[in-house]
C-alpha cells in the first residue's frame, strides 16, 4: 500500500513556475514507478510526465516537453514536477501517482496508486 499526498499548487500569473512535490509513505517507493497527471474540468486525465523506478528513465506528454521536468529521491519518498513558462491552458488540477511497474508507464490504466490532487491556476 502506498500513500501519496501532494503539495505546492497554487496561483500563478503566465509565464511563472511551480514546483509540486509528491510524498509517498509505504513499503518501497523505490520499486515503483511514478507519474505525474493533469485533469482540467470537462476533460480526460492526461499523463504529462512518467519516471521510472531508479530515475534514469524519463518520459514528457508534448503538451509539457521543454517546460516541465520530472525527477525523484528515493531516499525522501519524493517525486517533482518542476513547471516552468506555465500558461493559462496548464490551469488543472495535478496528480501524481504509483505503479507496480519498475519501468516508464505511460498508460494511464497501469497505476496502482493516486494522490488526491493539487490545485494549479495559471491567470493570463
Known amino acids: 500500500q502506498v500513500q501519496l499526498v501532494e503539495s505546492g499548487g497554487g496561483l500563478v500569473q503566465a509565464g511563472g513556475s511551480l514546483r509540486l512535490s509528491c510524498a509517498a509513505s509505504g513499503r518501497a517507493f523505490f520499486s515503483y514507478a511514478m507519474g505525474w497527471f493533469r485533469q482540467a474540468p470537462g476533460k480526460e486525465r492526461e499523463l504529462l510526465a512518467a519516471?521510472?523506478?531508479?530515475?534514469?528513465?524519463?518520459y514528457y506528454a508534448d503538451s509539457v516537453t521543454g517546460r516541465f521536468t520530472i525527477s525523484r529521491d528515493n531516499a525522501k519518498n519524493t517525486v517533482t514536477l518542476q513547471m516552468n513558462s506555465l500558461k493559462p491552458e496548464d490551469t488543472a488540477v495535478y496528480y501524481c501517482a504509483a505503479s507496480f511497474s519498475r519501468g516508464v508507464v505511460t498508460i494511464t490504466s497501469e497505476y496502482d496508486y493516486w494522490g488526491q490532487g493539487t490545485q494549479v491556476t495559471v491567470s493570463s
Open positions: 519516471i521510472n523506478w531508479s530515475g534514469g528513465n524519463t
